[in-house]
C-alpha cells in the first residue's frame, strides 16, 4: 500500500455529527472517523473484520 495523504482523502458525512475518511488498499480499510461529542453512529456491520483506536477523547 502505497503512502496516503489523510488530507487528500474525500470526507464522508455519515451521519449527523460523524465525518469519516477511509482510504483503502485490495485487502485492508482503514477508517479516520472525526465525531462532535453528542454524535452517534448507527448499529451496522460489514463482511470484513475491522478495528480502531481512538486518538483523543473528551475529559470527564
Do not use: W
Amino acid at each position: 500500500m502505497p503512502f496516503i495523504d489523510l488530507n487528500k482523502q474525500p470526507t464522508l458525512n455519515v451521519a449527523p455529527g460523524c465525518r469519516l475518511r477511509t482510504p483503502h488498499g485490495e485487502n485492508l480499510m482503514l477508517s479516520y472517523v472525526e465525531m462532535e461529542e453528542s454524535a452517534e453512529i448507527p448499529l451496522h456491520d460489514h463482511p470484513h473484520e475491522q478495528g480502531g483506536i481512538v486518538l483523543s477523547a473528551p475529559c470527564v
